[in-house]
């Protein structure tokens, strides 16, 4: 298979996914290195293994995979002739022990997992290597008793530190050093046991300056008394790990002798692994086992893209059953290109042993070729555009399409002159056609759609398009024919009936308006309209557009002459008659026989109108309040005159 085909139905992603639930680093790389099969019988033994470890999955067991993470590495390190680490051994002893009760496992579900059984059935025992490492390696450390010249030496080393100890403490208990002493305690620098003495006293203090602090405040010192204690605890601690490595490289031995039955073990826990890391991504697809067949036959019942399974409309999807050929139309952005990688994922999750996101039923071919030309192909470094680039890989797929080949094309012909595009295109599929392959197509063009109709072994089919939410459905209607539905769109956005119609002519007809306008007695036309609009009367209460001022205003008064008043901001104004924009009728806003007068007074005013009108005293009195002080007012300025 071509890894440029696979990377384009994301099929890389879908093995990511499986190398997560992967334990082993060894695995990981497996799951990475191993392509889709080819062959009928090895891909329905992996989808028997898949079944039967996510049967072992739901039924809540928990298979022993123990010191696998690293076992790779481990191993490598052995074959190296390198010395493993106490942790490092017992990491491999818990591996080995993993196989053995592996292997028990399997014996209790053999019923339930023939297949997986198998595996395990004749895993080698080791079970005294196992045994010697637990033994000789302790809380991650070489166990006294893993020798008998070890336990003897750590003895003489535990007496020993026990004299060292003693020793230091009579100095610090010692009245004649307690003024020299910065701290009383014992200090260890690297495998030297020291004093900390007061900088000043430093010559006063018989031993060696092993290390002076930060500040220079503080000198650790060896005691004379113990030097000689101290060299020989060096000398017993050199030893001591001479002995614990010679233990380690035994046991490291043991296992290199074992090489070739460790390498069996490994190997197939590791394929125990991968089934298993199928298995949990499955589950969590909420997959099925699909019937898998070498007779080119696809049948998806409810299928649902791994990345969209949530969202995903469930497609019904048939193919080299009753025809070889499929060709799907419909809306931008409808789905078409969603049920080529579908179809497309879905063939290879099965060959490499998934399972699918469908219902049961489904049934998928095993394909020896699958070529996919989906998506943008245009190449910048080889100057091609995007329709060169769509037949450059359309090209290499000619020359290997064969019998049991599927072809996944996505708007065949496309990015070049319609009619061109659209004879190529049926010229492409028919030689696919005739050279054996299973071929699903997308397109717009009606040449292909009527290619799809006409032809015995190829069938229509249409992406459903909800008509008045303007929104695909996502659906796959088999034996229909869709359209972009471009006009239907244009109508709703409210483009005029004519223009609809006139494209809905030339869709038919073809039969194009090629005459010269006169665009001379057009502009009068425009212009004499234009003067007509000027020259408008204005009634009481229209609204209007004031261009000066960019808001609407009220018409007040318009008497013909060359400003017309309006009412804008509360208050009347002159605009010239250029500068005012009829909007909407006073008719159209305000029912018969409202009261135009009304607009043009604020609230307060005409609230106080009212009050008046239905005989209010407290309106009645503010008015006559309001005329006292008026004539106060006058007659203030009267004696301010005559004075």
Do not use: C
């Amino acid at each position: 298979m071509n890894n440029q085909m696979i990377e384009k139905l994301q099929f890389n992603e879908i093995k990511e996914e499986v190398k997560k639930r992967a334990i082993g680093q060894y695995t990981k790389e497996r799951i990475e290195q191993t392509t889709v099969q080819t062959n009928l019988q090895t891909v329905q033994v992996w989808q028997i293994e898949t079944k039967e470890a996510r049967m072992i999955l739901e039924s809540n067991q928990h298979v022993p995979f123990m010191g696998l993470s690293r076992i790779g590495y481990l191993t490598d390190q052995v074959k190296k002739g390198l010395v493993l680490a106490p942790a490092d051994l017992v990491e491999y002893a818990d591996f080995l022990r993993s196989s053995r009760m592996i292997t028990k496992f399997f014996e209790k579900n053999q019923y339930q997992t023939p297949t997986l059984h198998v595996y395990s059935n004749h895993l080698p025992d080791l079970l005294p290597v196992e045994e010697m490492i637990y033994q000789k390696i302790t809380n991650q450390q070489v166990s006294d008793d893993a020798s008998r010249n070890l336990r003897k030496v750590r003895k003489q080393l535990q007496n020993l530190e026990k004299e060292i100890q003693e020793r230091l403490l009579k100095i610090l208990r010692h009245p004649n050093h307690k003024e020299m002493i910065q701290e009383a305690m014992i200090v260890q620098k690297g495998e030297h046991y020291t004093i900390p003495i007061k900088a000043s006293y430093k010559n006063k203090f018989s031993g060696t300056i092993i290390e002076q602090s930060n500040k220079g405040t503080t000198v650790f010192i060896e005691p004379t008394v113990i030097a000689k204690s101290n060299e020989q605890y060096q000398l017993l601690k050199a030893e001591e790990i001479a002995e614990e490595y010679q233990v380690l490289a035994e046991l490291t031995g043991l296992l290199a002798e074992e090489e070739q039955a460790i390498s069996l073990i490994i190997e197939t826990i590791t394929a125990l692994d991968i089934i298993f890391a199928r298995a949990k991504y499955s589950r969590e697809l909420q997959g099925i086992t699909p019937r898998v067949n070498k007779s080119e036959r696809i049948s998806i019942k409810q299928g649902k893209h791994p990345f969209l399974a949530e969202n995903a409309v469930p497609l019904d999807f048939e193919l080299g059953i009753d025809y070889r050929g499929l060709v799907i139309t419909g809306a931008n952005a409808g789905g078409k290109t969603v049920v080529l990688k579908t179809v497309g994922l879905f063939t290879l999750m099965a060959m490499f042993g998934l399972q699918v996101p469908a219902q049961e039923g489904t049934e998928l071919a095993i394909f020896d070729e699958l070529f996919v030309d989906i998506g943008d192909q245009q190449n910048l470094e080889n100057a091609l555009s995007t329709f060169s680039g769509h037949m450059q890989n359309i090209a290499e797929i000619l020359k290997r399409v064969n019998r049991n080949t599927l072809v996944l094309l996505d708007e065949i012909g496309s990015g070049t002159e319609p009619n061109e595009g659209a004879a190529l295109a049926v010229a492409i599929m028919e030689t696919m056609y005739e050279q054996g392959a299973l071929l699903v197509a997308t397109t717009h063009y009606g040449e292909i759609k009527k290619f799809a109709k006409e032809h015995e072994d190829f069938i229509p089919a249409a992406m459903a398009f909800d008509r008045d939410a303007l929104q695909p459905k996502y659906l796959l209607q088999v034996g229909e024919t869709g359209d972009s539905q471009a006009l239907w769109i244009a109508k709703k956005m409210k483009m005029s009936s004519k223009l609809i119609d006139q494209a809905q002519t030339y869709i038919q007809q073809k039969t194009y308006q090629t005459k010269k306008k006169d665009f001379a007695d057009l502009g009068q036309i425009f212009e004499n309209k234009k003067n007509e609009l000027a020259k408008r009367h204005f009634e009481k209460g229209d609204r209007v557009w004031l261009t000066e001022h960019q808001k609407e205003g009220l018409v007040f008064e318009d008497d013909g002459s060359e400003k017309v008043m309006i009412y804008f901001n509360n208050e009347k104004i002159a605009v010239l008659r250029q500068r005012v924009q009829f909007r909407r009728s006073a008719s159209e806003l305000y029912p018969e026989g409202y009261d135009l007068d009304s607009l043009f007074i604020d609230f307060k005013t005409r609230k106080k109108q009212r009050d008046l009108e239905r005989g209010s005293k407290k309106a009645h009195k503010e008015l006559l309040k309001e005329m006292r002080t008026r004539q106060h007012q006058k007659k203030k300025e009267t004696d301010s005159y005559y004075h």
